[in-house]
T-cell receptor
């Protein structure tokens, strides 16, 4: 089945630690996106990529990093510089200009 | 800044009634519009998209677009308790490289 796979479903971060969230898609979509959602809030764009080896900052990129070495994969690293990382992280993919489809999300919490 | 505005609600309707969800957008260059449903604790799920002025129907759902008024709506006929969720509106302008999301409208369908 085609889809977007995010892992892990739950993740805990210690102070000063970097953690990486995985996102893989087999929909052959060119574009991939990372969003952050806080309780009761809308989606905020962290980073997006429309082509391999290229990505752009979204509205809240500080404290995060990404890579796009393969079309299928767009991992997000939450660095220790992100002081308030507790949130629901959503990865999405789309054909260029088309509707975005979301993975099931990763919930990140601070230990 | 290009924006998509939604009434945050909550909007309550009785079971069997028509629920009307509204969205306005500021970017006149917006070409495509998307409606997502998000259940509490889950990721957004694409319901419908619309490109042309007028109505587009899919089962109990109808999307309406009026580009002159910069207005998009989603009608849900014969509302069911299972329709209780947050509904996100998003737009895409040809010049943009990502969707612009509204903050969502929370809908509750009362049995």
């Amino acid at each position: 089945d085609g889809g977007i796979t995010q892992s892990p479903k739950y993740l805990f971060r210690k102070e000063g630690q970097n953690v990486t969230l995985s996102c893989e898609q087999n929909l052959n979509h060119d574009a991939m996106y990372w969003y952050r959602q806080d309780p009761g809030q809308g989606l905020r764009l962290i980073y997006y990529s429309q082509i391999v080896n290229d990505f752009q900052k979204g509205d809240i990129a500080e404290g995060y990093s990404v890579s796009r070495e393969k079309k299928e994969s767009f991992p997000l690293t939450v660095t220790s510089a992100q002081k308030n990382p507790t949130a629901f992280y959503l990865c999405a993919s789309s054909p260029l200009g088309g509707p975005q489809h979301f993975g099931d999300g990763t919930r990140l919490s601070i230990l | 800044q290009k924006e998509v505005e939604q009434n945050s609600g909550p909007l309550s309707v009785p079971e069997g009634a028509i629920a009307s969800l509204n969205c306005t957008y500021s970017d006149r260059g917006s070409q495509s519009f998307f409606w997502y449903r998000q259940y509490s604790g889950k990721s957004p799920e694409l319901i419908m998209f619309i490109y042309s002025n007028g109505d587009k129907e899919d089962g109990r759902f109808t999307a309406q677009l009026n580009k002159a008024s910069q207005y998009v709506s989603l009608l849900i006929r014969d509302s069911q308790p299972s329709d209780s969720a947050t509904y996100l509106c998003a737009s895409w302008a040809g010049s943009a490289r990502q969707l612009t999301f509204g903050s969502g409208t929370q809908l509750t369908v009362l049995p």
